[in-house]
């Protein structure tokens, strides 16, 4: 599913020091469940963005589905994330916007028929709980309900690659727990799922790669 | 097809709620272009209206010519030989001045005023029609015959016509100048509202980007906004030049009556009207795709 080799990611204008990435090859199989540890600042963030060609590497090619995505033209790059669901860090909720219309936005990228995207929003929103809520706004939720929300717009077009930075960063113990839960029930109806974390022990069966200072952890 | 239709009617209606969400702003832009357009419209329609009362007037493309009143009738005859062989009259008719003296006492109500003069006060006349009709041509004609003998005045009908349509067509030249410049307004009333747009939304379009929108999808509401503002600041021009008939028709037609002209002033025609809003939507159309091109692209 997804190949790392050699791969090198250093910002323009960085600060000296070690890279963002340096010489990282890895591998991630179909249907995995993979958590990325590290402290903040290993690259964790780096190494999910290089997946979701959101980065380019400065070294070496990422390899997802087999397409060299460090080399995707802007619309390939389009339809590669179509294909796959993201949790941003910060989550990127729009605030003027209700539940609904929040996680309906990648259908209406992707261009899924009316009726197909109300269906398919509501079992998201029901995935996650928040089903009873679909007309609330983002600002009345607490932490980890954004959280839930911002994964349910992750899974709404069913991506069968998932990849989520720092998804329970900032939340409660119990909370935490709560979402963990929710990605081990995507890992386990098929979908492959890539976690960045400081706290890998939420997901104690998952692969770790530990991640220090841009290099991989043996 | 289908896909298609339903992005752009989602990107309508993205476009209709961000006119909506800031109703002052848009009412402001709206009026802007409004004004900016109901000048050079205001201008075409008054031009169109005056336009008709010259093509009213212009197929009296006739010159009269009046002999002198102690003309003998022998030299009438001549004339008559000579207009009939001049190459510059398409044809011509004798008014004798006992027809005309008739036809005045019966039309004009004036029997009791004629019968008090001692003569027949009126001339013989011909009323000829040229051939050549350009305005140059025909003065170039009243000149020669006023030079023939016992022609005591020759008169180009519809010379006052000619010469307000000439002024007419230079308005319209002015229209256009104006037309053009404010239309350069338009686009960048346009340009920077997209640009207020494109700044509101960045964090929408920075997350549709990464879930992967193609620029299409991005750009398509903006696009509609743009299309939208310009068409709805057309209507209020249309709007603003419908009411300026309206408030000026009683003046107009009272101001036109002193100088014996029928003037009801009627409000742009349907192909005027038309063009008008595709005008404005086109002009908006135009502001929103250099503003894109300036601020979206990354």
Excluded: C
Excluded at chain 1, 181 to 210: K, M, N, S, W
Excluded at chain 2, 8 to 22: C, D, F, I, P
Excluded at chain 2, 49 to 64: G, H, K, W
Aim: proline residues 6%; without cysteine.
């Amino acid at each position: 599913m997804i190949k790392f080799d050699r791969v090198s990611k250093r910002y323009p204008n960085s600060a000296p020091g070690p890279d963002a990435l340096s010489n990282v090859s890895l591998e991630i199989g179909e249907k995995e469940l993979v958590v990325i540890a590290g402290h903040s600042g290993a690259g964790k963030s780096t190494l999910l963005k290089l997946i979701a060609a959101i980065e380019r590497p400065t070294g070496g090619t990422v390899l997802v589905r087999g397409q060299n995505v460090g080399a995707l033209k802007r619309s390939a790059i389009a339809v590669l994330r179509r294909n796959i669901g993201l949790v941003f860090q910060d989550q990127k909720l729009l605030f003027d916007r209700n539940l609904f219309e929040n996680v309906k936005l990648p259908l209406s990228i992707a261009g899924f028929p009316p009726k197909e995207a109300e269906r398919r929003v509501r079992a998201a929103l029901d995935k996650v709980g928040l089903l009873a809520r679909e007309k609330a706004m983002p600002i009345a939720l607490s932490g980890g309900e954004q959280q839930r929300l911002a994964i349910a717009r992750a899974v709404v077009n069913r991506p069968n690659l998932l990849l989520a930075d720092e998804p329970t960063a900032h939340l409660d113990p119990d909370t935490a727990r709560d979402v963990a839960a929710i990605f081990r029930d995507f890992h386990q109806v098929g979908v492959t799922v890539v976690v960045a974390t400081y706290d890998a022990t939420l997901f104690p069966e998952a692969r770790r790669i530990g991640l220090d200072h841009g290099s991989l952890l043996s | 097809m289908n896909i298609w239709l339903s992005h752009h009617g989602q990107a309508l209606v993205l476009a209709l709620r961000r006119l909506a969400a800031a109703p002052v702003n848009t009412l402001l832009s709206l009026l802007a272009i409004g004004v900016a357009l109901a000048l050079p419209a205001a201008g075409q329609m008054l031009l169109a209206n005056l336009l008709q009362v010259t093509q009213r007037a212009a197929p009296a493309l006739e010159i009269s010519v009046f002999l002198a009143v102690d003309a003998p009738r022998p030299t009438a005859t001549d004339m008559e030989a000579k207009l009939k062989n001049h190459p510059g009259v398409k044809s011509f008719r004798f008014l004798p001045r006992e027809d005309t003296l008739a036809h005045m006492k019966k039309e004009a109500g004036l029997a009791d005023v004629i019968d008090a003069l001692p003569k027949n006060p009126f001339p013989d006349a011909f009323v000829l029609l040229p051939r050549d009709e350009r305005p140059e041509a025909m003065e170039a004609l009243a000149a020669e015959l006023r030079k023939w003998p016992k022609v005591d005045h020759v008169q180009l009908d519809a010379g006052w016509a000619r010469r307000l349509e000439a002024l007419l067509r230079l308005g319209r030249t002015g229209v256009w100048l104006l037309a053009g410049l404010l239309g350069v307004g338009l686009v960048a009333i346009s340009f920077n509202t997209i640009r207020l747009q494109v700044l509101t939304q960045r964090p929408e379009i920075e997350l549709s980007r990464l879930l992967g929108a193609s620029d299409g999808f991005i750009r398509r509401p903006f696009y509609w906004f743009g299309v939208l503002q310009g068409l709805l600041g057309g209507l209020s021009a249309w709007l603003l030049v419908g009411l300026t008939t309206l408030v000026l028709r009683g003046p107009v037609e009272e101001f036109a009556s002193l100088y014996g002209i029928v003037l009801s002033l009627r409000p742009l025609d349907g192909i005027s009207s038309l063009a008008l809003l595709a005008l404005a939507a086109g002009l908006g159309w135009l502001g929103t795709a250099i503003s894109l091109r300036r601020h979206l692209d990354d």
